[in-house]
């Protein structure tokens, strides 16, 4: 009686074990195949190797804009679309590298330079500082990296203004929250916070203090200026005063055209 309990049992565990269990699966799924494992439970395998699945396209393009580099700040703002600002991916250096060359003597932490740059688009990332924007960039070729200037038509400065002898330039940058100047002169860089202007007749008064205590006060006069030595006519002069020192020359509004006098 017990030898008859024992083989009924043994039937039934083999009408209802693993080797049922792969009539469940659905049969128009493919992708997966069934193998018995030595312990009884089955393990659903890939028929297709992960290492020979088709990898995602990368459409590669030429990018041109402004390039900043510094610690832990990597960022380019695209001249085509100036509201896109993407997390640079530069693991080759050779930008970097350019960067540090392009760099002029009295260049200032985190100044942008203009960039021509093959690469492509990546998405967003979910790692670091880089998740902050909303894609990344991954840089495969270097075509140009020099520093900008008032010509430099993704350049969003307000005013540049320039002298000489000595020889000097204010960046006035409200969308990059900087007022910078560079006294060739005495081989120094000031670097400020932006604030808006207060207008007093024809002439635009900036006045900002930084983190060591200096302080600048640029005028911004309305009229026709010449630099001196260059055949450019202006219609704005410009005028710094840091340091008990005080500096003589013109300035370009952005969107303005400088002509050549005739």
Same mark, same amino acid.
């Given at each position: ?13 083999? *009408? ?168 060739? *002169? ?77």
């Amino acid at each position: 009686m017990k030898m008859l309990s024992l083989i009924a049992a043994l039937i039934i565990w083999i *009408g209802c074990g693993p080797a049922n269990k792969s009539a469940s699966l659905d049969p128009g799924d493919t992708s997966v195949t069934d193998s018995l494992q030595s312990d009884g439970t089955i393990e659903d395998t890939p028929l297709t190797p992960a290492s020979t699945q088709t990898p995602i396209s990368k459409e590669i393009k030429l990018f041109k804009g402004l390039y900043t580099s510094g610690n832990e700040v990597s960022t380019f703002r695209d001249c085509n679309n100036l509201s896109k600002v993407y997390w640079l991916e530069d693991k080759s250096n050779k930008l970097n590298a350019s960067y540090k060359q392009t760099e002029g003597f009295l260049s200032y932490p985190y100044e942008s330079i203009y960039v021509e740059i093959k690469g492509y688009l990546k998405g967003k990332s979910t790692v670091g500082y880089a998740a902050e924007y909303e894609n990344v960039l991954a840089v495969t070729e270097v075509k140009t990296a020099k520093q900008k200037s008032f010509s430099t038509d993704c350049f969003q400065y307000e005013f540049v203004a320039l002298g000489n002898e000595p020889f000097w330039s204010v960046d006035i940058i409200p969308s990059e929250k900087i007022i910078a100047l560079k006294d060739v *002169g005495s081989e120094k860089t000031y670097v400020f916070p932006y604030k808006a202007a207060k207008a007093s007749g024809n002439t635009l008064i900036y006045q900002t203090t930084n983190d060591k205590k200096q302080s600048i006060k640029i005028l911004i006069t309305k009229e026709t200026c010449s630099d001196g030595m260059s055949d450019r006519k202006y219609n704005y002069s410009a005028q710094a005063t840091i340091s008990g020192k005080t500096l003589k020359g013109c300035a370009i509004k952005k969107g303005d055209k400088v002509v050549m006098n005739q």
